[in-house]
């Protein structure tokens, strides 16, 4: 089922009204902040991914692996909804977001409605993907706005300089990124080819120089140690999302904090220089 269509059945069976006014009565959710020492980790929970296969046991409970996350210092966690290709579901951002808070839980999916970013913040989260290759630029700017209005925030991907100009367009449209140390919007770089599921690490270092400094900037797949951390680090990354590595790591929390240590030890080094 497409998510478009997943969109529609879903409304389908709670407008939009309803929902909203069950959000209304929500507490806010927690905020996303990053850390003074310069580099982050975004812990993803997925149970299958495209390229991998089959990443975690039926047996596993997914909210056991959210606070082992946030036992290793995860700065958010980025959790799978999308049901065909990531065997995701909205329950799973609930779970994760009522089991690791006060650390914040970012909805990751192939988001194309805004009543999508409403069935988010019903569930817990406190921000969402946005994937600006599916979103012309008024649909972008459009989620943006309403992800900022809900009191969101917004990881907003790209793939290539093309996607990097119309996403600084549609990020400054929306407001500043970061107020009062919360973030409001990042851009992530994902380094993964869509249609051949390879890795391009040198993504990374191409479009680095682009991207702005005052929007926090995400490594995106392909981080999967701690030297690779360190990478993107040097290279000005602020946070890195890791996924396929940590769901396979025998001690996720001990996997989190050395990512930690080697991307901050990176750039402190960065700085210095």
């Known amino acids: 089922m497409s998510s478009t269509l997943r969109a529609v059945t879903a409304m389908e069976r709670c407008p939009a009204l309803i929902l909203e006014a069950r959000v209304r009565t929500l507490p806010a959710p927690p905020p996303l902040k990053l850390s003074s020492q310069g580099f982050d980790v975004i812990a993803e929970l997925k149970r299958r991914s ?3 296969g089959a990443l975690a046991r039926r ?13 290793g210092g995860a700065a958010a966690l980025s959790v799978l909804t999308e049901p065909e290709a990531f ?9 994760v977001a009522s089991a690791a808070a006060p650390v914040p839980a970012m909805r990751k999916d192939f988001l194309v409605s805004p009543y999508q970013v409403l069935e988010a913040r019903a569930a817990g ?6 994937i600006a290759a599916m979103l012309n630029d008024a649909r972008l700017q459009d989620m943006l706005r309403y992800t900022h209005r809900l009191g969101l925030f917004a990881l907003v991907e790209i793939f290539d300089a093309a996607d990097l100009d119309r996403s600084v367009a549609a990020i400054r449209a929306a407001g500043p990124a970061v107020v009062d140390d919360r973030c409001r919007s990042l851009l992530g770089v994902n380094c993964r080819d869509l249609r051949s599921l390879k890795v391009d690490f040198g993504r990374f270092a191409a479009l680095a120089p682009r991207l702005p400094a005052d929007i926090p900037r995400v490594a995106e797949s392909g981080v999967e140690s701690a030297s690779q951390a360190a ?17 396979r790591a025998p001690d996720p929390a001990a996997f989190v904090a050395e990512l930690l240590r ?3 030890a990176s750039a402190f080094e960065a700085r210095a220089r």
């Open 59 to 71: 047996a596993l409970r997914i909210t056991d692996q959210a606070r082992n996350y946030a036992q």
């Open 262 to 264: 080697a991307g901050r």
């Open 87 to 95: 065997d995701g579901e909205l329950a799973h951002l609930h779970e």
């Open 231 to 247: 990478r993107v680090a040097g290279l000005g990354y602020g946070v890195a999302l890791v996924g396929t590595a940590l769901m």
């Open 125 to 130: 989260a406190s921000g969402v993907l946005l």
């Open 50 to 52: 495209p390229s991998a």
